[in-house]
């Protein structure tokens, strides 16, 4: 059942389980503080393909199959993906995902897109629509700077306000559960050896934020064009639920970077809120800022998907985390509107994740 709590803020009162999560990155991510965390490392930035783009959708088809590995699921236990990625028609989406014969349903939500695809899937499958549900999002350093600045060949130098688009995908499959016992393709799930009914990661509620337009046009400063956005739907979901930033463990954004968790702390102190205690950013954790010369941070849609389905999901299952508010962040831009002078609105959505004992 679904309840709609305050202005904008949906509880999952049966709290479907992520039964299963894969990671895999880069190169320059797996020389950074999160490289043991990650499933599966690439060494070779074309993942073996003769293009950015095609191995963009290597690490999506790799991370999808890492997650049903986990779970213990086959292509045809799953009832159907939400994916996205950065490129025009997420084709590393579609392409990456193509030979897996799972219904199919694209997202965009630039580097947010890890917290909406994760929040549909979750949606979904609480509603009764499907029994489970994929979540898949990439993005890739080479591909994503020929699509939104300049082929790498330019030697384009870099502001101090860029961020480094991450090399990486995630990827998380959520399960219907109720009167104590999985649904659908339970059965399965509950006979894998690994799987222990009483320790699952749940989807407890689910945020949807709304468009905040910072009036930022420089395209190289993705994280003060989002902080606005990642500011708005924290406090309206902390609003919603009447809880306080000490009750969650971990605040998680994805990924603002230097520039715009500053100004995050700054929006939020005006409505008397803090936050610095309990967050932290995926494009500050993947990489270390001072030695691997990323400047502001990482960025881009696998920044947060990678870093969610990996270091924050494997420290739940250990128990090291029990309550964590996943804020995706994304710049909804595009290369041709930037050059028009536009603006760089932003959107930011949560995903409360917490563990289950029931």
Known sequence: MINRIGERTLELTRKPRVVGFGSAAGKKEGEGPLAKWFDKIFTDTTMGGETWEKAEAALQKTALSLAL????????????????????????????????????????????????????????????????????????????????????????????????????????????????????????????????????????????????????????????????????????????????????????????GKVGTDILYELLSKENVSIEKQHSDCGLLIFDCDEQDVHAGGSGCGCSASVLCSYIMKRMRKRELNSVLFAATGALMSPTIVQQGESIPGISHIVHLVNCTD
Request: proline share 2%; hydrophobic share 40%.
């Open 69 to 256: 590995e986990n779970a213990g699921l086959e292509n045809s236990d799953v009832g159907l993906i939400f994916a996205g990625d950065l490129l025009n028609q997420c084709t590393s989406s579609s392409y990456g995902l193509r030979d897996f014969g799972i219904p199919f349903l694209g997202q965009y939500g630039a580097c947010s897109t890890m917290a909406q695809t994760l929040a549909m899937a979750s949606i979904l499958v609480e509603s009764g629509a499907a029994d489970t549900a994929a979540a898949v999002t990439s993005s890739h350093f080479c591909s994503a700077e020929r699509q939104f600045r300049y082929p790498l060949q330019y030697g384009g130098q870099r502001t101090p306000t860029a961020q480094w688009t991450v090399t990486g995908s995630g990827s998380a499959i959520v399960a219907a559960y109720g009167n104590g016992e999985f649904l659908g393709s339970g059965s399965k799930l509950t006979q894998c050896s690994d799987m222990n009914l009483k320790r699952q990661i749940g989807a407890a509620h689910v945020c949807i934020g709304k468009i905040i337009d910072m009036g930022i046009t420089d395209a190289n400063n993705m994280g003060a064009a989002m902080a606005g956005a990642a500011a708005d739907t924290i406090y309206r979901y902390l609003c919603d639920t009447s809880t306080k930033p000490e009750d969650y463990d971990m605040i998680v954004t994805g990924d603002l």
